[in-house]
């Protein structure tokens, strides 16, 4: 990949179901290291938007383009190639109930590499020391706390050493202190390791936090309305919707 090239590049994507538009003319890329945040009014498309960034979803128009190739047109193998560079850590944190954290954590190792069982063990006590969880293997996810419910469902995001990560509203549902912890592992995980970050949050503090550049989709327009750093963007703001949303009060925000 040239050095200017962007890991992510979104052109003219239109997102929608059936015949309504969620949103439409939706135009951005997504540097190597960036944590880039997608943001706006409940309602406005970010989990869509995500959706089509992963391939879960077709766009209705425009093109989605990892590390400058046609990610969302691609044949199989490639998408299988480019799936296993990614990660993604989903809003309810997904983890199996049935399964142990360490047999979680395990389960990307197991299906996607040809390691031996005791290498793939020293890479899950691994990953889940990184986030905190170290001796906490054996649980089961419904005897650890949602904090580290979310931890865990991060181990398992990071198995594949992925050079992209995607995160659906990582602080919900936490606390204050665990939601602080949380954007303290995102952000040791751009420094450490160079990871791409996508995330779809409403919560101001991380967005301010941690965010490097910010987009944001205007649920009235359907369309995409500013981008940039937050806090320019909040210093400002190119319209009252994006200044309202960043200067609102984060308590019982949504």
Not at 128 to 146: C, M, N, Q, T
Not at 191 to 207: M, P
């Amino acid at each position: 990949m040239n050095d200017d090239t962007p890991v992510i590049e979104v052109r003219d994507l239109t997102m929608q179901y059936g015949t309504r538009i969620i949103m439409k003319d939706i135009s951005f890329t997504v540097g190597q290291g960036e944590i880039f945040v997608l943001m706006g009014g409940s309602g406005s498309g970010k989990s869509t938007l995500l959706k089509h960034l992963i391939g879960l979803k077709q766009a209705a128009k425009g093109t989605i383009l990892f590390e400058g190739a046609g990610f969302d047109i691609s044949d199989d193998a490639t998408r299988k190639r480019v799936l296993r560079r990614m990660g993604v850590m989903y809003q309810n944190g997904a983890l199996w109930s049935g399964l142990t954290l360490a047999e979680n954590v395990a389960l990307p190792l197991e299906e996607f590499t040809t390691l031996d069982a005791q290498t793939i063990a020293d890479a899950v006590s691994f990953k889940l020391a990184l986030v905190g969880l170290k001796g906490f293997e054996k649980f089961y996810p419904s005897a650890i706390s949602g904090g580290m419910r979310k931890r865990a469902a991060l181990a398992r995001a990071i198995a594949l050493d992925p050079d992209v990560l995607f995160f659906d509203e990582p602080s919900s549902g936490l606390d204050p202190i665990s939601a602080s912890r949380l954007d303290d592992l995102i952000l040791e995980l751009k420094a450490s390791f160079g990871t791409t970050i996508v995330i779809v949050t409403h919560d101001l503090e991380s967005i301010f936090r941690i965010a490097d550049r910010a987009l944001f989709l205007d649920i009235d327009t359907k369309t995409m309305t500013a981008l940039g750093p937050p806090a320019e963007l909040r210093d400002n703001p190119p319209n009252p919707q994006v200044h309202q949303f960043l200067t609102r009060s984060s308590v019982g925000a949504s």
